[in-house]
């Protein structure tokens, strides 16, 4: 069973975590007897249930590359404003 990455499990809900874990633990023992056909089917179940917090993830990269591109532009724009204070 392939696991999400560490950002991904942070931003799950607790009832999502919950059944991620037991999704994941019920795809581990199906591994262990040898039922690859029955944990694809499970590991498919853990990709959607992880495609919530994957977006989520993604709405926090993009905020965060605004505030830096805002954060960039009020810097350009003081830089700018102090050149020509000294003209």
Excluded: W
């Excluded at 696991?3 to 037991?22: I, K, M, P």
């Excluded at 919530?52 to 905020?63: C, F, N, Q």
């Amino acid at each position: 069973m392939r696991h999400c990455s560490v950002q991904v499990r942070g931003l799950l809900t607790r009832d999502e975590l919950d059944r991620y874990n037991a999704l994941m633990e019920v795809g581990s023992f199906l591994e262990s007897q040898s039922r690859y056909d029955l944990a694809y089917t499970v590991q498919k179940e853990v990709d959607l249930l992880i495609q919530p917090a994957i977006e989520r993830l993604k709405d926090k990269g993009r905020e965060r590359d605004r505030a830096t591109q805002e954060y960039l532009d009020a810097k350009r724009l003081a830089l700018i404003e102090d050149e020509e204070d000294e003209d």
